[in-house]
């Protein structure tokens, strides 16, 4: 593009003018000097005809002097020693108050002050000098400066920020750094020795090696944000930037452990990788650099010198195979289910013979319904990124409320078969057991769901439920909703064992074993079956899911386990109900082959032994 104004020729397509904005010919940029400060002020017109915006590159005219007599300051040892004294107090001066400098070319400036003295200086051992320039430094990282780093027209592949960050750290490796240095957005600690740690802003800096060279380290409060990030598609920078060089004497085998205070916590299931900034190729790195794991996530251990931080990868690691385990074992498990209420359907009349079998099968009807629905709901909120919250919620809601009804009619089922076993199996009407159950199987969850539901502001998402997995959430111990089914379940669980116990004792008891209770008592162990079969089946996968939440999946093949086993074992639920409670019961099995039997068309033989019967009649 040319920098001119122009005289409009016939036909030439031009921007009209607009406030002090002349007359300006397609493809050619107007450009004004600034008024009270140096620099100038440009605005392009497009091919199209069409203004662009303003590009301002005005500098403040006190800072401006600054940057000129930085670059024309003598090279003379003595004299540039007392010209940076003088170029970095008027640099902190102008740099203090941000409302002066809060534009890109400013900040510009800025730091090309800060460049140039780099490249002059071979060393500051003057404490005010060093004490200016750290302070103008800092004044730079101001967060109301936040949107005047970012570089408009780049002329070159190095950014500002990045600039900034190798003259300061130059600066501060070549100065006299006293106890007093620290500023509000740069944090600096020396040490020395074979082994010295150095803190800024809460991140510690160990270094060790086998010299005993002087370590310097800085942190910066906010550069992270201005530096690229060329993987900010996958992962967020999580920590301050921290710097650290040293003398000569300390740079052989180096090893440099840094313990950085995470920003964002980290999920259980999001891993961290440490970086080093590459100057050569102007980005993010984690050559010589490796990461503390589950066990020290916060820790990065690094075997060379160079600026450092921590960054989060934006996705949570995702488990081989999981997905495809999920959608098989769901699918048999609703298949499975299905078929066990049809087998429920078919023997009904004939196995329910006692009021204990009434319950027992009762019982394992809602059972596989409200399995069936939750499975069902699962299924349908597997993908939630592609379901709406309002759907999300739904299925997480009515997950809650099934799988807690699922283990509420295992409670049902253990106490009543507690009650007649303690009772010498005393008779209770259908109806008694019937009003009982539905009250326990289906009220209970439901007070624990509602109460939930509207103390969590009205199922809110991030309170009640998670729109990453359509589940409750998990806040910490003892923290979040998915304590609200936890708890109750746990509960459940240890009533049930208290429960087979006491029916077991019972069942061994001779007082129980008279002839008159003989049919109640194999009905009994029928139903004393079905609980211990349903207990493991139903505990045993929430135990893995509770120890998926707390459990690091960056920790290894241990928690890979724990998850496969959950997924596992949950998946195929209905499966393991249809061949323990219902194939597997004698009764029913006898009862199914039977119904098969009677409906299966007579066969030849037995057609022709039926006709020579009926003809010996006649």
Known sequence: MYESFFEKTAGDPYCPAEGVWGDTKAGFTSVLKCTNSAGKRKRECNLNAQWKDEVSECVNSDLYNVLQNAKISDTGLGALDKNAETIFSNLNNVTQNSGRIN?????????????????????????????????????????????????????????????????????????????????????????????????????????????????????????????????????????????????????????????????????????????????????????????????????????????????????????????????????????????SLLIELTVWSKVVKTNTLYLRHTAHVNISLCLLVADCCFLASSKPESISEIWCRIAALLKHFCYLAMFFWMLSLSTTLLHQAVFLFHKVSKKTYLRFSLILGYVCPFLIVFITFLTNNAGAQGAYFSTKTCWLVYSGTLKGTIYTFILPVGIIVFINLFAMIVVIMKLLDHKITEKSHEKEIQAAKTVLRSVILLTPIFGLPWIFGFATFSLDLTAGAVTLAVNYAFVVLNAFQGLFILLTTCLGDRMTREALLNSFRKKAPPTISESSTKLESTTKKS
């Not at 205070?261 to 490796?290: A, E, F, I």
Request: aromatic share 6%; hydrophobic share 35%.
């Open 103 to 339: 534009t890109f070319a400013n900040v510009n400036a800025s730091v090309d002050v800060l460049s140039t003295m780099s490249d002059k200086l071979k060393v500051v051992d003057n404490v005010t000098t060093t004490k200016n320039l750290l302070a103008s430094s800092s004044n730079l990282l101001d967060e109301s400066l936040e949107n005047s780093w970012n570089k408009q027209n780049p002329e070159s592949n190095q950014t500002l920020a990045e600039k900034y960050l190798q003259s300061v750290e130059n600066l501060i490796k070549m100065s006299t750094i006293s106890n007093d240095s620290d500023q509000k957005n740069i944090d600096i600690g020396t040490c020395s020795g074979k082994t010295c740690t150095n803190t800024v802003f809460n991140a510690a800096v160990t270094v060790r090696s086998s010299g005993n060279g002087i370590v310097k380290t800085a942190g910066f409060n906010n550069l992270q944000d201005y530096l690229p990030n060329r993987t900010d598609l996958t992962s967020d920078i999580n920590s301050i930037v921290v710097s650290t060089t040293t003398t000569e004497g300390g740079k052989e085998n180096l090893q440099i452990t840094i313990k950085f205070p995470l920003l964002t916590p980290r999920p259980p299931d999001v891993s961290l990788q440490c970086v080093s900034w590459n100057y050569n190729q102007s980005k993010w790195t984690d050559d010589g650099c490796v990461w503390g794991g589950a066990s020290k996530p916060d820790e990065c251990t690094c075997n060379h010198l160079t600026s450092f931080a921590i960054l989060m990868s934006r996705r949570p690691i995702e488990i081989p195979y999981m997905t495809e385990i999920t959608y098989a074992g769901l699918s048999v498990s609703v298949v499975s289910l299905v078929i």
